[in-house]
Every structure is written in C-alpha cells, then in structure tokens.
C-alpha cells in the first residue's frame, strides 16, 4: 500500500501567519497615528482599507492552503480523496485498470495528471507547480504497476501518442 499527500506549498504555518498580520497591524497603526498628528486625517481611510485588503489576502491564502489531495494505492483499488479541513469527494477506480493520464502543458497551458479507468478520470495535483508535477507523475508510474500478463508492449506510451496527449498504463515492471 502507497499513500501519497499532495497539498499547495505553504510559506507561513498558522502562529507565523498571525505573527506576520500583527506586524502589518502594528505597521498601519503607527502609519496612520503619525499621519493623524500631523493633519494628514483623509489618509486614515486608506491606511484602514489597506488593512481590509491585506488581512482578506492572508486569511484567503490560509484557507487555500488548507487544500489537501490523498491518492491511496492498495493491491486492488486505487482512491483519491480531496478537500479543505477534510475529504469533501473521492475517487475509486480498480488498480487493474488504473491508467496514468498526461496532458503536456505548452506556453500557454498547463502540464495536467489524471488518473483513470473506463472512461472516468480524475484530475490530480492541480495545486502543483511543474516540477512537483513531474516528480508526483514519476512516483505514480513506480506505485501503478503495469499488469505482468499483458506485457511491456501493451503499455508502451508511444503506442497512444495522440498529439500532446499521452495516455499510458503506469510503471515499469511489478516489483
């Protein structure tokens, strides 16, 4: 059994993220106090909207990072549960006939993982950047192993090369 946890990357844990709002507080609070005491009074308003605008940011990049993808790999299934603070919907498809799905990104595109089998798929590691792509894509390929009995050519992922869209039966060899 393989367990694989892909979560956004998060700069901040909870105590350093109330720490760093507590300092801009503290910084827009001087800021305005000493605009306040020389006459400048009308820039009070726009310390006070900045203060909206920087605590909404944090607290909507907290939730965000709060993201959470766990791809569990058993002898027969293969699930994908997904959400924020909890699993909010799964996936399951059977191990046998779980395909890694891999879309090229380009300029303007993304690179896209999907796990999949009979006609239902599942996009995964979204929250990634392309080099965590790359290495969670390498890891799946190792932990799905090809079934032994249909041999290496059946999932060669040259034979479904359609354009920039590769889909192939995950890993090497069964170890």
């Known amino acids: 059994m393989h367990t694989i946890i892909v979560r956004p990357n998060r700069s901040f844990r909870k105590a350093e993220l109330g720490l760093f709002g507590l300092g801009l507080l503290a910084a827009l609070t001087l800021g305005g106090v000493l ?6 009074w009308p820039i009070l308003a726009f310390d006070v909207l900045a203060l909206i605008g920087l605590i909404s940011a944090t607290w909507f990049a907290e939730r ?3 993201y959470l993808e766990r791809i569990r ?3 027969d299934w293969v699930t994908i549960t997904r959400g924020f603070r909890g699993p909010e919907s799964s996936f399951r ?3 046998g006939w779980a395909r890694l799905i891999e879309e ?8 896209r993982i999907w796990i999949g089998a ?6 995964i590691g979204a929250c990634l950047g ?5 290495e969670l894509s390498r890891r799946l390929r190792r932990y799905l192993c090809p079934i032994a009995s249909a041999g290496r050519e059946a999932h060669d992922p040259e034979r479904f090369r359609d354009g920039d869209h590769t889909e192939s039966q995950a890993g090497e060899v069964r170890t």
């Open 93 to 95: 498809v059977q191990r």
């Open 64 to 66: 965000a990072s709060g």
């Open 104 to 111: 090229a990104g380009g300029p303007w595109r993304r690179h």
């Open 130 to 134: 392309e080099e965590d792509k790359q």
């Open 35 to 40: 605009t306040w005491l020389y006459g400048f």
């Open 73 to 75: 790999i058993d002898d």
């Open 118 to 123: 009979s006609g239902r798929a599942s996009e």
